[in-house]
Nanobody, 112 residues
Framework: EVQLVESGGGLVQPGGSLRLSCVASGFAFSTYTMSWVRQAPGKGLEWVSNISGGGGITTYSDSVKGRFTISRDNAKNTLYLQMNSLKPDDTAVYYC?????RGQGTQVTVSS
């Protein structure tokens, strides 16, 4: 059974940083492109970033480019999202995804 478990969210002030983690199980993690998506209150899912199976190829949405960094540790079956210079517009539930499968999400709130 595919499982994705996110953690690391919380309340942070504008300009602050957070690092999200996603532990994967039930599949060959290193062979899959993984993604982060987010859902702000009252809005649909928004794609944030992708990373290839080996970690060598990363892509970002324009809204987070230059502020967020996606990475992975295939030895630990873990996906990360380093978020810097956070803005109130980044407030959302963040999910890691493998194709159409996603975890339960972790809440990120950016507020003073």
């Amino acid at each position: 059974e595919v499982q994705l478990v996110e953690s690391g969210g919380g309340l942070v002030q504008p300009g602050g940083s957070l690092r999200l983690s996603c532990v994967a199980s039930g599949f060959a993690f290193s062979t899959y492109t993984m993604s982060w998506v987010r859902q702000a209150p009252g809005k649909g899912l928004e794609w944030v970033s992708n990373i290839s199976g080996g970690g060598g190829i990363t892509t970002y949405s324009d809204s987070v480019k230059g502020r967020f960094t996606i990475s992975r540790d295939n030895a630990k079956n873990t996906l990360y999202l380093q978020m810097n210079s956070l803005k109130p517009d980044d407030t959302a539930v963040y999910y890691c995804t493998r194709s159409q499968t996603r975890g339960q999400g972790t809440q990120v709130t950016v507020s003073s």
